[in-house]
């Protein structure tokens, strides 16, 4: 069975920092594309950030760009989002999302929320 576990949600205050984790079982993140996703109440999801496998190459949503960084840890098989400097606009639930490389699936973990306090 495929699992994404995050954690590492929860309150902060704005201009505070938090540090997301997705912890992976039944899969090896090496052959996945990994990203983060978040939604608000009454909000579509949206993609926070990328990152590649291999030689990472990452992308972010212009609302987090040089505030939120990811980053992998293959031999750990867990991905993490490091969130600097947060709005309460960054109040949302967070998904980890994992997409194949060689394969056409994908997964999603279960989200952790976000609450960001002005």
């Known amino acids: 069975e495929v699992q994404l576990v995050e954690s590492g949600g929860g309150l902060v205050q704005a201009g505070g920092s938090l540090r997301l984790s997705c912890a992976a079982s039944?899969?090896?993140?090496?052959?996945?594309?990994m990203a983060w996703y978040r939604q608000a109440p009454g909000k579509a999801r949206e993609l926070v950030a990328r990152?590649?496998?291999?030689?990472?190459?990452?992308n972010y949503a212009d609302s987090v760009r040089g505030r939120f960084t990811i980053s992998r840890d293959n031999a750990e098989n867990t991905m993490y989002l490091q969130m600097n400097s947060l709005k309460p606009e960054d109040t949302a639930v967070y998904y980890c999302?994992?997409?194949?490389?060689?394969?056409?699936?994908?997964?999603w973990g279960q989200g952790t929320q976000v609450t960001v306090s002005s």
């Open positions: 039944g899969i090896t993140l090496t052959y996945y594309v």
């Open positions: 990152i590649t496998n291999g030689d990472p190459r990452t």
């Open positions: 999302h994992a997409r194949g490389i060689f394969t056409s699936y994908d997964y």
